[in-house]
């Protein structure tokens, strides 16, 4: 890059010469130029070289008058220098490598991270064993989620939607945090499967006569993510109907009527119902519930896959059992797609097999039925409902439809002897309703109407749109035919398919998307490194070494290539509180200790048992010592955050003292610089900006909300990260401050940042993994990922090239290595191939059975 330089003589700015001078337009110009330019017939005005624009010019003073231009001087002389070089050294751009791969894309997060319902949401009142696909449960927080609130303590239904599958015999593997895991549920289900999850709750949220979808709801006690969704104080069940309360009954039909209406207004179709879908609120209203639908629809799926695979006798007894126990009402052709789900071939008219609107009127005049005929109903069709699905699942397809003919000819008869002759029109509706052939139902519009006629005849009609709504050129979707259901009946086949390789695991691995899931979510190993004595204060990083200092007053020197020991700096006489790595031509390391001695030791190969330099501050019995290091190459100086509660900069040049900044009221024990900015944390509870520049203070931080003492500090970019005593997280991004985060109940004494990667660690020997995503120019979204566990306190942190460094009050380092994508991708290559006892890709021997793998 060339320097600056005049418009006018081409020169560039070196401050002696040629000297730039600003001019009001804003562009700069040397000094001489100035001079010896043609002056304007205007007085006190010239015309600018660079834009032709005229200015005004301090006559008689000359350019002296104008501002010298110290930030082009400053570019100018850093260019020259460089310039000035004939072999530079050049340093390559380190790649970042993400700690853990990306588990979903940032989109697909956006899109599902609302619905999701916070942890202590929901309260599990009892867990109903209905196959596994229930539980019931109440609100306990009324903020349900950032699209819906609910009262506290109303009743919610919840649904099993998919499960997060890990293996607790890892003590090292990543803990991911609730809404990590909730996502990474979602993630993996197919694109179905979301579809009908996010039509069932923008749906209930539409309609009024659908039960609210809150959301989603991941319970740590089961490891299953539920769809959370209202739940009625009564249902249908509840209700009993007295054989003369005609009016009752078309009440409640009109009811039964408007709810199956408001389905198809949002093109859903569920084509199996009970009593127990339909809930009833304060005044009478009746709702249909999705969670219900979808469960005592797995219980019919769920029925037709069992009896499939059982012999005779066994399957009668079973269906038998299952539809006596839950009273569903599945119209034919749902039993149908039911069992050609199955692989049972079945011959039938393509008109017969056809799902739709219609389906939802079966349902809903055998539940009017119920109440109307009573149980000499629900016996018939608990009789014709089991010989049914037995003719469908052994292929008897041409038996079906003279089954059903004899069972309709007995409800007619039910039906005769329970209405008279004034409800003709009633009778023959539902008699159409139960037709064999959906397309010859009649629409829920005419049945609205007669049972409105069995309560007033209205001298003039409500107009109701004559468009009739079938299946042909209709978008719908029926929830007992989608993946949502049929999903889990899948993963159960896959799974039985897999055990039939278990008697072969010790000798033949085949390497399926299971393996690769593994891979990818207990993708962490972990190294002890141990050589110190007492409580580590600090890690750095640089020349290829890790170097970390300890209140045992030395320094370790490991190698990062083999993780071992090299070397011990002593010399310190006091506890070592802090240290520092200083790229530079003769690259250096510093470290100080409470004693407030200073000490800097050369990393130049061989490792030298001395310091080459040692500083000390003013000794004051009242204060501690040095608490933290800070070094910045580009200004020349390191700067020290000292007990006396002020900030030092000290010249990395000559190692003088160059200045103090003071204006904390405690000690100062954290510093960070980043982007010309110096900050400085203290146990006063407040972060200090000082200009690198010149050293002058530019703004205080966290008198407005004092969270406790400030531990520590990370700035990156634009964003400055502080963590406090109380446990608490603060941001700032571009100077805007962020929510604070509680990701740690108790004090945090070490944060590390690099790129979006934030970890924290603390008293609580947990270090908690979060990830910063920008959401746009201002707004940064702070997502928590997972937590790695440890023995022992955290007191310092370091992150590079992929590799975590953990640092414990016990003396130990806890490396945690992720395993390399390369390796995944490698073994997704390979996924349909056979391997015997180790997989090799990239360096890296992988022992598939034990999920560890090494380096050569």
Known sequence: MEPPECPVCLQPFDGESTIPRVLACGHSTCESCLINLPKPPFPRTIRCPACTQLVTYPHPHGPSALPKNIDLLRISSSLLQLNSNPNPVYKPKTPTIDFIPNLWNREFFNNWKDWIVPEDAISVDSIINLDGFRSDGKIVNSKVSLRCSMKRNQKVS??????????????????????????????????????????????????????????????????????????????????????????????????????????????????????????????????????????????????????????????????????????????????????????????????????????DLWSLACVLLRFLVGKPFVEETNDFLCS???????????????????????????????????????????????????????????????????????????????????????????????????????????????????DLKDEILVVGSDV???????????????????????????????????????????????????????????????????????????????????????????LEEKPIKRLNEEKDWRYSGIHALEAVSESGFLYTGSGDKSVKAWSLHDFSLSCTMNGHKSVVCSLAACNGVLYSGSWDGTIRLWGLSDHSPLAVLGEEAPAGSVFSLAAHTNTLVAAHENGC????????????????????????????????????????????????????????????????????????????????????????????VSCIQFLRMTRNLFYFGLVLADDYIYALNTTKFCTF
């Open 158 to 359: 919840l649904f099993k939607v998919g499960s997060f599958m890990h293996s607790d015999s890892d003590e090292n593997r990543l803990k991911y945090s609730y809404l990590a895991k909730a996502i990474w549920v979602l993630f993996k289900l197919g694109d179905g499967a979301l579809a009908e999850l996010e039509l069932i709750l923008r749906s209930s949220l539409m309609e009024y006569r659908i039960c609210t979808a809150c959301g989603l709801w991941y319970n740590n006690e089961d490891d299953n993510l539920y769809l959370v969704c209202d739940r009625k104080q009564t249902n249908l069940l509840n209700v009993t109907i007295s054989e003369v309360d005609v009016s009752t009954f078309a009440m409640m039909g009109m009811e039964l009527c408007e709810t199956v209406s408001r389905l198809q207004d949002v093109e859903l179709v569920t084509g199996c119902t009970s009593l127990s879908c339909f809930g009833i609120d304060d005044f009478g209203h009746i709702f249909i519930d999705l969670n219900e639908v979808l469960i005592v629809g797995g219980r019919v799926q769920k029925m037709c896959t069992n009896v499939s695979s059982a012999q005779n006798d066994d399957s009668k007894r079973l269906v038998s059992n299952v539809i006596s126990e839950i009273n569903a009402f599945p119209s034919p052709e749902v039993l149908i797609e039911f069992v050609q789900k199955e692989c049972v071939d079945l011959k039938f008219p393509k008109s017969t097999c056809v799902v739709g609107y219609s389906s």
């Open 388 to 502: 049914y699905i037995l003719k469908l699942v052994n292929g008897n397809a041409c038996d079906c439809e003279g089954l059903h003919m004899a069972w309709l000819d007995k409800v007619s008869c039910l039906l005769d002897s329970r209405l008279d002759s004034d409800f003709v029109t009633l009778k023959e509706l539902l008699c159409k309703c139960l037709c064999h052939d959906p397309r010859t139902r009649p629409l829920v519009d005419d049945i609205w109407k007669c049972m409105r006629e069995l309560i007033i005849s209205p001298k003039f009609d409500v107009n109701v749109s004559t468009k009739r709504k079938t299946t042909n050129g209709t978008t719908y979707h029926c929830l007992l035919l989608g993946d949502l259901l049929w999903s889990s009946n899948k993963a159960n086949k896959a799974d039985d398919k897999n055990g039939m390789m278990n």
């Open 516 to 606: 690769i899931e593994g891979v990818s979510k207990n993708s962490l190993t972990c190294t002890n490194l141990k050589g110190h004595h007492d409580c580590i204060s600090g890690l750095a990083i640089g020349g290829g070494f890790l170097f970390s200092s300890s209140f045992d007053k030395t320094i370790n020197v490991w190698s990062l290539q083999g993780l071992n020991h090299v070397h011990t700096f002593k010399g310190h006489e006091h506890k070592v509180m802090a240290l520092v790595f200083v790229e530079r031509e003769v690259p250096l390391c510093i470290s100080g200790d409470n004693g407030g001695d200073i000490f800097v030791w050369s990393v130049k190969l061989p």
């Open 729 to 820: 997280i603060k941001i700032w991004n571009k100077d805007v401050p962020l929510d604070p985060i509680r990701a740690h109940l108790s004090s945090i004494f070490s944060i590390y940042m690099e790129g979006q990667w934030l970890f924290s660690g603390g008293w609580n020997k947990t270090v908690v993994v979060q990830k910063l995503s920008s959401v746009d120019e201002s707004q940064v979204d702070v997502t928590e990922i997972g937590s790695i566990a440890g023995d022992s306190v955290v007191t310092a942190l370091h992150y590079w090239q992929g590799r975590l460094f953990v640092a414990h009050a016990d003396g130990t380092i806890k490396v945690c290595n992720p395993i390399p």
